[in-house]
């Protein structure tokens, strides 16, 4: 089959590479039908994540067909179209019991962080994947929600719901900054609106994903090289500064914008994933009460994603900016990587 390989900082490879095998029984193998490029694979591409290795096939995305299933899987069959979570998990180890599937601890010979797709085990952006734990890391696709559809769900509308809003603890009435209207931002911005804040404030140095945020329910947008941005954000709340603050870039700028603006006792929900350390000033944050949080998504919270997106509640193809076919994922990449010119949002991949 062929795949797009990870062959090290700045490098990648569409290629003709071995099959997936079932090694569980356990697994399933899915022929992928649409996948994604993340900004993490972005991030993974620089080589700011070393735990993935020269060799490794990228994507965490995908909705796709199962043509294969391991001994043990009795709940799907052959031909089910299947939302693929990024993280795959038991479901009965003592992560998997709180809640921390990212944090997966059933082990194959590696160890780590769970089992991300395209991370520590190979990922989606390939004709085909081998998924782990499969009863526990797919969701079938409902008829009324296409392929399209649901790839939203395997990885940015859980991360933005659940480590931006449910860590950030968004409530009705709060006023929710978002820093950071990418993909993963507007995620947080339109599951924020399921809660009735009176206000989402989307932050971006990108004045057309600002504009692009009120789509998903920003009622208000700042610029951030506009160097007035923090009065602006402060003027909305009375000069109190706002209920939840969500980190939605991975730089530690935007770590530092959301300290800055969020008030007394509100929260900072970090959700960007970071390649540097950032200024934690303590000897001023100690007495502020605030609440910071940030993780890995867990996708716990995907199902109930997918009956709003089913619902039109939550509108998926808001998110997608570009199409391509599998075999054009090279240009897609450029694409994706020149989002601030080329106004990429999600951009999907069919096969
Ligand atoms: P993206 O790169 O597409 O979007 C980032 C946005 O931040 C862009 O719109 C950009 O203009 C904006 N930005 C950059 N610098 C800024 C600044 N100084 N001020 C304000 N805005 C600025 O990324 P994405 O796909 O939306 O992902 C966002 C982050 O979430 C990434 O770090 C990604 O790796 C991370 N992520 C985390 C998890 C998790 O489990 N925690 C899961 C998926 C993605
Ligand atoms: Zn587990």
């Not at 499969?134 to 969701?139: H, Q």
């Not at 971006?204 to 160097?227: C, H, I, P, Q, Y």
């Amino acid at each position: 089959m062929k795949a797009l390989v990870y062959k090290g900082p700045g490098q990648k490879s569409w290629e003709e590479v071995p099959n997936p095998a079932i090694l569980q029984p356990t697994d399933i193998i899915v022929k992928i039908d649409t996948t994604t490029i993340c900004g993490t694979d972005l991030h993974i591409l620089k080589g700011h994540v070393p735990t993935v290795e020269v060799g490794r096939i990228l994507g965490h995305e995908g909705v796709g067909t199962v043509t294969e299933l391991g001994a043990a899987v009795t709940s799907l069959k052959l031909g089910d179209q299947v939302i693929l979570s990024c993280v795959s998990a038991c479901g009965h180890c003592s992560y998997c019991k709180l809640g921390v599937y990212s944090h997966c601890l059933a082990d194959e010979g590696a160890s780590g962080i769970g089992w991300i797709l395209g991370h520590l085990i190979d990922g989606t952006q390939a004709e085909f994947v081998r998924v782990p734990f499969a009863e526990t890391s797919v969701y079938l696709l409902p008829e009324n929600v296409t392929p399209q559809q649901g790839t939203v769900l395997s990885d940015i509308l859980p991360t933005g719901h659940e480590i931006g809003v449910k860590y950030g603890r968004v409530k009705a009435g709060d006023v929710v900054a978002v820093v950071g209207a990418g993909p993963v931002g507007l995620a947080a911005i339109a599951t924020a609106g399921l809660y009735g804040p009176s206000r989402i404030i989307a932050i971006d140095l990108d004045a057309n994903r600002v504009e692009e945020a009120r789509k998903f329910g920003a009622t208000d947008t700042v610029v951030s090289s506009d160097a007035d941005w923090k009065k602006q954000v402060l003027a909305m709340t009375d000069g109190l500064g706002v209920d939840v603050a969500i980190e939605a870039v991975g730089i530690p700028q935007t770590f530092t914008m959301c300290l800055d603006i969020v008030r007394p006792a509100g929260a900072v929900a970090n959700v960007g994933v970071h390649s540097k350390s950032v200024d934690f000033p303590l000897q001023d944050l100690w007495i502020s009460n605030i609440n910071i949080s940030m993780g890995l998504v867990n996708t716990d919270t995907l199902d109930i994603l997918l009956k709003l997106v089913a619902q039109k509640k939550i509108v998926a193809e808001n998110f997608v900016s570009h199409t391509f076919e599998l075999g054009d994922i090279i240009e897609a990449y450029d694409v994706f990587g020149r989002a601030a010119e080329t106004k990429a949002l999600k951009v999907l991949l069919n096969a």
